[in-house]
C-alpha cells in the first residue's frame, strides 16, 4: 500500500503541473516550453523594453510580459539595448524605433515588423509597427511563434493585413438571447453596463486583437430601436472604452425604422429632411460619446425588417443617408446584401444579385455592401455569391457566418476553414483567370481600399466561449482569414491545434486531419451533391427535407431539393431559372454544363433523373446514399480518432469532446437515415447492396418535434 502511495506521489511529481482546463484561455495558455526548448527562447527574451507608455504599448507589453512569463519565465524590465535578449517594442514615431531606420512605411496602418538586429552591440529582437496596435499585433505574433516552437533566434518577418476591417458580428439581443447560438447567453451584459464591465470584456479583447480582429459589431442585425436610445449608447461606450487599447471598435445594427420608434416622427423615408435629420443628430450623438464609433450595420428589406423600400426609395438612398450621417465622423455604413422577398416569385438565389447589381457605383465611398458567402444562406455548401466581381465601382464585402447555424450547432465537430477557403479562392473570372473571391474582398481586383471581412460570431458566456473546444477553432480561423483571405487553412489548423492543445506531432498531425475533413463530412451527411437547406424548420436544428407549407416557399426544404418522381435537384440554368446567368460567362456556362459544373454542386444547378450516372458510375440515387453515409463513417472515424489522443489532452476537455462526437454520430445517422426514408418515397429505389435501411420510420423522424433548440429564441 505505502508503496502503492510513493509511486503515485513520484507519478504526480513528474507530471506536467496540470491544471483543470475548461478552454477559457483559448489559443493563448502561454503553457511552459518543455525544458529542452526553453533556455533557446529564454535567452532571446530577457528583457521587455517599451518605447512608449500608450494605452495600447501598455497592453503589448503585459501581453508579452504575461506570455513570456508562462512560457519560458519573467523577463526582466531593461532599457533597450543593455543587454541581449533585450524585445524593443515600439511604434514608428518612437525615437528608439526611429533611429533603426526599418522599413516600416510599406506595413501600413496595422502591420508589423519583426527583427533580430544588433542594438547598442547587443542582440535585440524589435517588434515594431507604425502605429501601437501594430506592436501589439506583432506581440501576439512574437508569442505565437514561441507557442508553436518555431525558431526566434534569428527573425526578419514582417506581416500586414489584407483586409481594412475584419469584423465580428454579434447577433446579440439586448436581453442577452443570442440569435443563432449555442454557447450560453451574450457576453454583452447590457443590464450591468455602462457601471460594471466584466473583465471578461478584456479577454474577449484579447483574444480578437491576437488575431487582428479589429471591429465588433454589438447588436443583432434584426435590430431594436433601442440600443440607439441615450442610456444604450452609454453602454456602447462603456464597451468601447475597454476594447480601444486593443484596437477595437464598436459598431450598431441600426434598425431603419428607428426615427419613428424613438425618433418621434411619422416616416422613417430616407428622403425626408425630418428623418435625415434624425440620423444625423443620432450620429453627433454617438461620436460624442464614441469619438472612434466604427458605423451601422443594417439589414434592410429583408425578413420583414423595415427599409426604404418601405417607402418606395432604394438601397442607395437608405445607405447614403447613413453614409451622410457618419461620414463626417470616419464612420462606415456596412448595408447588407441579404435581401429577398415573398412577393417576387423568382428563385431566392437571384435575388441580392438583382437587387444591387445595377446600383454599382451609386453607393456612398463609406458604404460597404456586405454580401453572405452564398446567394442562399450559409448552407454547408454554397457556390460563391454572384455579387463578388460584379460591382467593381462598390465596395463589397464578405459575411461569413462562424456559428454553426446550419453545420449541427455547438456538438458537431466542423471545422470550418475548408468551406471558408473553398470561397475565397473559387475564381469569379470577371478579369479573366485568377480573379478570385479573396481578390474581390481584399480589393486588388478592383483597387478598392475599404475592403471588410465579417464573421457573425460564435462567441457566448459559455466558459469555453463557442460552446465546444473546437468551435474556437472557427473563431480563430475566420480572424486569420480576415488578417490573409489567401492564407492555407490547414496551416491554420495547425496553429491552433498547437495553441490550443499541445505541439506533440502524434495529437497534432490526426487532430488536423480529422478537422479538415470535417465539413466535407457534415456535407455528406447532411446535403450531398449540392442538395441545400434541408433542415428542420425555424431551429434549423437536424433534417427536415419534408418542410413544406408555411408562409413563403423559399423558407421550405422542398423548394429548394424539388424531389419528385422524375428527378431531384433545382435546375439553375438557363432552362431553369438562369441563375447559371448571374455569373461570369465562363463561370456561368460551367455550372451550367453538366460535363463541367463539378459535382459538389451538381444538383444547386441541375434537376436531374435518379439513374442519371455519376463519374463514379453509380446512379445519382445510389451516389447520394453512398454520399449520407460516408458522412457518417467519417464521424464513427472521428469518435476512433479523438479516443487514440487521450493521452495528449487534458481530461475535462478530452472527455467534453468525446460526449459532443457521439452526439454528431447519433445526428448524423439521423440526418443520413430520415434524408434516405424521404428521398425514397420518390427514387422508389432499392438502397444500393450493403447499405442498411433507416432504423426508424419515416413517419418517426417527421414526427420529431424541438421546441426549444438553442438559438431560435429573441
Ligand atoms: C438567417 C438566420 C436568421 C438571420 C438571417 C440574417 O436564420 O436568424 O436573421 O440569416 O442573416 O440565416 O439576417
Not at 514608428?92 to 533603426?100: M, N, Q, R
Not at 471591429?215 to 464597451?239: E, M, Q, R, W, Y
Amino acid at each position: 500500500m505505502r508503496l502503492r502511495a510513493f509511486a503515485a506521489a513520484l507519478l504526480l511529481l513528474a507530471a506536467p503541473a496540470a491544471r483543470a482546463e475548461d478552454g477559457y484561455d483559448l489559443w493563448l495558455r502561454y503553457k511552459p516550453v518543455e525544458a529542452s526548448a526553453k533556455g533557446a527562447y529564454a535567452a532571446r527574451a530577457a528583457a521587455i523594453a517599451p518605447a512608449s507608455d500608450t494605452p495600447t504599448m501598455k497592453v503589448a507589453r503585459a501581453e508579452l510580459e504575461r506570455g513570456l512569463t508562462g512560457l519560458v519565465g519573467k523577463p526582466a524590465s531593461a532599457a533597450a539595448g543593455t543587454r541581449d535578449g533585450v524585445i524593443l517594442l515600439g511604434a514608428a514615431s518612437d525615437p528608439a524605433v526611429a533611429k533603426l531606420n526599418l522599413p516600416l512605411k510599406s506595413l501600413g496602418e496595422d502591420g508589423y515588423l519583426i527583427r533580430t538586429l544588433p542594438v547598442n552591440g547587443k542582440a535585440t529582437t524589435v517588434i515594431a509597427a507604425n502605429r501601437d496596435i501594430g506592436v501589439l499585433y506583432g506581440v501576439f505574433r512574437y508569442l505565437e511563434l514561441i507557442q508553436t516552437r518555431q525558431p526566434v533566434a534569428s527573425l526578419d518577418l514582417a506581416s500586414a493585413p489584407k483586409v481594412k476591417l475584419r469584423m465580428l458580428n454579434h447577433w446579440d439581443n439586448l436581453n442577452r438571447t443570442v440569435e443563432r447560438g449555442y454557447s450560453g447567453q451574450s457576453i454583452f451584459d447590457w443590464w450591468k453596463l455602462p457601471d460594471h464591465v466584466d473583465p471578461r470584456m478584456v479577454d474577449y479583447a484579447r483574444a480578437n486583437a491576437s488575431l487582428g480582429i479589429n471591429g465588433a459589431v454589438l447588436n443583432n442585425v434584426n435590430a431594436k430601436a433601442d440600443s440607439l436610445t441615450a442610456p444604450f449608447i452609454d453602454k456602447a461606450a462603456a464597451l468601447a472604452d475597454t476594447f480601444r487599447p486593443y484596437g477595437i471598435k464598436v459598431y450598431l445594427s441600426a434598425r431603419f425604422s428607428a426615427p419613428i420608434e424613438i425618433g418621434g416622427l411619422k416616416t422613417a423615408d430616407p428622403l425626408d429632411p425630418a428623418v435625415r435629420a434624425f440620423w444625423k443628430a443620432k450620429a453627433d450623438e454617438i461620436y460624442k460619446e464614441i469619438p472612434d464609433f466604427g458605423g451601422f450595420l443594417v439589414k434592410a428589406n429583408s425578413e420583414g425588417q423595415p427599409g426604404p423600400q418601405d417607402y418606395g426609395r432604394t438601397h442607395v438612398d437608405g445607405a447614403n443617408m447613413l453614409a451622410q450621417a457618419v461620414g463626417p465622423h470616419g464612420g462606415v455604413v456596412i448595408w447588407r446584401a441579404f435581401v429577398y422577398s415573398h412577393e417576387q416569385p423568382d428563385d431566392r438565389a437571384k435575388q441580392g444579385y438583382t437587387e444591387f447589381k445595377a446600383f454599382d457605383g451609386q453607393f456612398a465611398d463609406n458604404v460597404v455592401i456586405q454580401v453572405k458567402n452564398g446567394a442562399i444562406d450559409f448552407q454547408p455548401r454554397e457556390p460563391f455569391h454572384p455579387l463578388f466581381g460584379a460591382m467593381p465601382k462598390s465596395n463589397i464585402g464578405m459575411e461569413f457566418q462562424i456559428t454553426k447555424e446550419y453545420l449541427g450547432f455547438a456538438t458537431h465537430l466542423v471545422y470550418l476553414g475548408p468551406l471558408f477557403e473553398e470561397t475565397l479562392k473559387a475564381d469569379t473570372m470577371v478579369k479573366g483567370k485568377g480573379s478570385t473571391v479573396a481578390k474581390v474582398v481584399d480589393g486588388q481586383l478592383d483597387g478598392r481600399k475599404l475592403t471588410v471581412m465579417a464573421g457573425v460570431a460564435n462567441i457566448g458566456s459559455d466558459r469555453n466561449w463557442s460552446g465546444s473546444q473546437f468551435d474556437q477553432a472557427n473563431w480563430y480561423v475566420f480572424g486569420r482569414l480576415a488578417w490573409d483571405p489567401e492564407a492555407d487553412t490547414r496551416a491554420i489548423a495547425r496553429d491552433w491545434a498547437k495553441m490550443t492543445f499541445t505541439n506533440d506531432e502524434r495529437f497534432v498531425k490526426p487532430a488536423v486531419d480529422m478537422m479538415m475533413g470535417s465539413r466535407e463530412a457534415a456535407v455528406d451527411y447532411m446535403t450531398p451533391l449540392g442538395l441545400h437547406h434541408q433542415m428542420g424548420e425555424g431551429h434549423h436544428y437536424g433534417p427536415g427535407p419534408w418542410v413544406s407549407g408555411g408562409p413563403r416557399a423559399d423558407w421550405t426544404s422542398v423548394y429548394y431539393a424539388k424531389a419528385g418522381p422524375d428527378g431531384i435537384g433545382f435546375d439553375r440554368t438557363p432552362t431553369g431559372s438562369d441563375a447559371t446567368s448571374q455569373y461570369a460567362p465562363p463561370v456561368g456556362a460551367c455550372f451550367a454544363d453538366l460535363k463541367c459544373v463539378d459535382e459538389k454542386d451538381l444538383l444547386w444547378f441541375h434537376h436531374l433523373p435518379w439513374d442519371y450516372r455519376l463519374n463514379s458510375g453509380d446512379t445519382l440515387w445510389d451516389g447520394m446514399v453512398k454520399h449520407y453515409s460516408r458522412g457518417v463513417s467519417y464521424v464513427d472515424g472521428m469518435n476512433r480518432t479523438w479516443a487514440s489522443l487521450a493521452p495528449y489532452v487534458d481530461a475535462p476537455r478530452h472527455a467534453e469532446v468525446a460526449d459532443f462526437l457521439k452526439i454528431q454520430r447519433n445526428e448524423a445517422q439521423w440526418w443520413r437515415d430520415a434524408s434516405i426514408a424521404w428521398f425514397q418515397t420518390f427514387s422508389k429505389r432499392p438502397l444500393p447492396a450493403g447499405e442498411k435501411p433507416p432504423e426508424k420510420s419515416l413517419e418517426y423522424y417527421q414526427g420529431l418535434k424541438f421546441r426549444f433548440a438553442p438559438g431560435n429564441g429573441l
